[in-house]
């Protein structure tokens, strides 16, 4: 009697963005690299005194632990993806791991502040000579570091015809979490270098912690981002009004109408769909979900519909 078996009708519930392992092994390299240079420059910050260089080896410290859990939570993302436990799969992980970079971000923007100010009103001697060539090689790794996290394409055109994605709602926020994590590291870099040169040819001492203060400031603002794009897709918020739109417009067709419509992010590029039709003429779902069969990222449709019986039985 039954020529299908169920598998023909079961969902795939793996949502890993399509460059997961590629993002999975950056990741893993930066860490390496990262690790060696913030040694240094916690040692040099150390022995010679400045502020902002021991802020900025402080601060690599952290987000090598950071770009530690963006890489575990790829690893497990990827190694859990078929595991029926979680209800649409792991690809939601990332964004729990950018959440968690977050944090630890505005904990250093706080630390780093709060040094800098005492620094202010407590000044100290610093080795200029000494400092400065550890902060540009800080810069320069993680201006390296920046590069391999790069996303290849957030600027990526696409060509499809239906394709209503905001390309921010495609990304790997885990992958933009390490990268805002290297450039935040970059920005303290370049601050402590301007810090060190006005001290040492200018005499004013008070720009190295000010430096901090403003690099603190830099830190918090982009934590505040990455805690406000990640945070969105942890509580399920719909990412594109504009796909909801064009969703609504395509089973919209004659008499029926969309009376629930539920869309979120499980995984980058990967969107789950609930909407439930009301009707006046028997049609299956399915009928239904070929209406957006042209639509880019919809990874997970279901479709309820309802006939609405006054109509039906006229």
Known sequence: MHTHSLDDFRHEHVFLGEDHDRNERKTWGVIALCGAMMVAEIVGGWLFGSMALLADGLHMSTHAGALFIAAMAYTYARRHARDDR???????????????????????????????????????????????????????????????????????????????????????????????????????????????????????????PFMGIVGACVIANWSWGLVRAAGGVLMDMSPDNSLKATIKEKLEIGTDRVADLHLWRVGPGHHALIAKVVTDHTAPASEFRSRLSSLAGLSHITVEVEVCPENHAS
């Open 86 to 208: 979680f209800a649409f799969g792991t690809g939601k992980l990332g964004e729990l791991a950018a959440y968690t970079s977050a944090l630890v971000l505005a904990m250093i923007a706080l630390l780093i502040g709060f040094e800098s100010v005492s620094r202010l009103f407590h000044p100290v001697a610093i080795n200029f000579d000494q400092a400065l060539p550890i902060a540009g090689l800080g810069l320069l790794v993680n201006l390296a570091s920046a590069w391999l996290l790069r996303d290849d394409h957030a600027h990526e055109g696409h060509d499809e015809p239906d394709h209503h994605h905001d390309h921010g709602h495609d990304h790997d926020l885990n992958l933009r979490a390490a990268y805002v994590h290297v450039m935040a590291d970059a920005a303290v870099s370049i601050l402590a270098i301007i810090g060190l040169l006005a001290g040492r040819e200018l005499g004013w001492r008070w720009m190295d």
